[in-house]
């Protein structure tokens, strides 16, 4: 079993920039790769960001150059760091754990970006 809870959400203004975390408890060395995704109201749930156990990342086209995945060395945590932000980049944040034999999910975290 794996354990998630993020934090670092919250209000901010367009142009603004929040730091999401997510922290990983439990069978952590199941853990493949982890991924930010987020969910708008009336939108389906889409990937935001990946990091694998490997350190490679990948982002969606739509926050490419304005956010930056990465994770602490001892890969209990990890980071989504959300500069320029948009209205448009308004949505629950969920943290989200690939493990080889289940997928775990966090509870979420508000982001709302104010025009």
């Known amino acids: 079993q794996v354990q998630l809870v993020e934090s670092g959400g919250g209000l901010v203004q367009a142009g603004g920039s929040l730091r999401l975390s997510c922290a990983a408890s439990g069978n952590i060395f199941s853990i493949s790769a982890m991924h930010w995704y987020r969910q708008a109201p009336g939108k389906q749930r889409e990937m935001v960001a990946t990091v694998t156990r490997g350190g490679s990342t990948n982002y969606a086209d739509s926050v490419k150059g304005r956010f930056t995945i990465s994770r602490d060395a001892a890969g209990n945590t990890v980071y989504l760091q959300m500069n320029s932000l948009k209205p448009e980049d308004t949505g629950l944040y969920y943290c989200?754990?690939?493990?080889?034999?289940?997928?775990?999910w966090g509870q979420g975290t508000q982001v709302t970006v104010s025009s």
């Open positions: 989200h754990a690939a493990a080889i034999v289940a997928n775990y």
